[in-house]
């Protein structure tokens, strides 16, 4: 019997083509983390030119965040709704937009409007990508180029490091033009996006079988093992016997899928909370510290290098035998008693040492989540249901910046991260709730 669409991707050889789809959609991973860090990094600078308080900066580092909410949520929608490679093609272009325009923001209110409108083009790059790049990728790479993709973020954050380290301390206006630097590579990627293949398993999906099978079958003859027989009997029957897709989509994963999204939310929530409290603020609070300015953007540059190789390394471990439940339990754990030592760390060092230990383990935690995640869902509501636990979880990422700001005056450094040890234990029980998926062929 012929096999499936979904069966066929499984059993190909990587080819040039799985490379080249993965790199141009993986990029937008690479931007997300680029924009972010720079806002960390010009955080520094804006504080004492717009003479923002400890609480606006905190609400000025939500505020893409809450962009995030709206872009993550709706793109993943979208995304099952009218396809993967629609969502990725304007997305990033909203995010190329916004971030041009808010190098002009003249105060607080306007940087934090441009930074929540950009802050919709890059969430709904985080909850189309890895769901469309699931769909290509066979069960024994899927992992290690998942969790790259992820790696990407990290690899972004490290070049605005460079930025922030290099321009924003030459200049009064060196955050606006590091806000152009990171806008413009966009644009090319933009374009090159026009040229990837849409889902086949999405198109399957929604019964355009024969555009299915004529991009399995050029992943087929870059392989060398086209067959030479017209469209498979099964690949027919796979198309026709698939019930027709609700309009509802967040009802369905909560009608149909109840138990997993429920956990997932919970994963994403408490994992972002704590990310992103730590990354935006990191610059400012290790200068609340005692550190210069320059001397904590050095710091931020070597900390995001520690995140890059947690995000490689976990990236290649889910797919050994210790799957990714194994790896997502222990990271977490481990990431909260590293938060716990950087609340007692008084020297340079024993910060720099700990501080790189949490960026390491949880940039690795999000390589592992952003599979873990669409692979516990159908193609039906698989961007969607990464759509949405990554906007529940960006609500914790809203909540995070602005609580450090909060915080910050009363508990003081310490205090901040005594309290995102606690949250990082929580994660860790819904995690033993949810399937392992490692090595097998996604539900159509």
């Keep these: 019997m012929a096999a499936s669409i979904s069966e066929r991707l499984a059993g190909l050889p990587l080819t040039r083509r799985h490379y080249r789809i993965w790199l141009v959609a993986a990029l937008g991973f690479f931007f997300e983390g680029l924009d972010l860090t720079i806002v960390g990094a010009i955080l520094v600078a804006i504080i004492k030119l717009f003479h923002m308080t400890d609480a606006q900066a905190g609400l000025i580092g939500s505020t893409a965040l809450g962009g995030y909410v709206v872009g993550v949520a709706v793109a993943g929608w979208i995304g099952d709704r009218y396809g993967r490679k629609f969502v990725m093609q304007y997305t990033l272009l909203v995010f190329t937009i916004f971030t041009l325009i808010a190098a002009l923001s003249w105060n607080t209110l306007s940087f934090g409007i441009l930074r929540f409108l950009t802050g919709i083009g890059i969430g709904g790059e985080s909850a189309i990508v890895t769901p469309y790049l699931s769909e290509f990728f066979q069960p024994r790479y899927r992992g290690r180029f998942l969790g790259i993709s992820d790696a990407l973020f990290t690899v972004g954050m490290i070049i605005a490091s460079l930025i922030g380290l290099l321009l924003i301390p030459s200049s009064p206006d060196g955050w606006r033009i590091a806000l152009v630097v990171a806008g413009v590579p966009a644009i090319y990627v933009w374009i090159i996006r ?251």
């Design 194 to 444: 026009r040229y990837l293949p849409e889902s086949p398993m999405w198109l399957i999906r929604n019964g355009r079988r024969d555009e299915a099978e004529s991009i399995v079958r050029e992943f087929e003859n870059d392989a060398g093992v086209a067959d030479k027989a017209p469209v498979s009997d099964v690949a027919q029957k796979e198309s026709d016997t698939i019930p027709a897709i609700s309009k509802n989509t967040l009802g369905d994963l909560w009608k149909k899928y109840t138990k997993r999204t429920a956990l997932l939310w919970v994963i994403w929530f408490f994992i972002e909370l704590v990310y992103y409290g730590f990354l935006v603020w990191l610059p400012s609070l290790l200068v609340q510290h005692g550190f210069s300015v320059v001397k904590s953007l050095e710091y931020s540059f070597l900390i995001n290098i520690a995140a890059l190789l947690g995000g490689v390394g976990a990236s290649f471990l889910q797919d050994t035998k210790a799957g990714r439940k194994n790896v997502i339990i222990i990271f977490f754990l481990l990431a909260g008693i590293s938060s716990y030592l950087l609340s007692q760390a008084t020297t340079p060092a024993g910060v720099l040492a700990t501080g790189g230990l949490i960026s390491f383990l949880l940039n690795g935690l999000f390589s592992v989540l952003y599979t873990f995640t669409p692979e516990q869902y159908p193609t039906q509501v698989r961007a969607s249901g990464q759509g949405f636990a990554s906007a529940f979880g960006h609500i914790g990422g809203v909540v995070g910046p602005f609580l450090v700001g909060a915080v910050l005056a009363s508990f003081g450094f310490s205090g901040i991260f005594v309290l995102f040890a606690l949250f990082l234990l929580v994660p860790i029980a819904a995690v033993l709730g949810l399937k392992e998926r490692r090595g097998t062929v996604l539900e159509v």
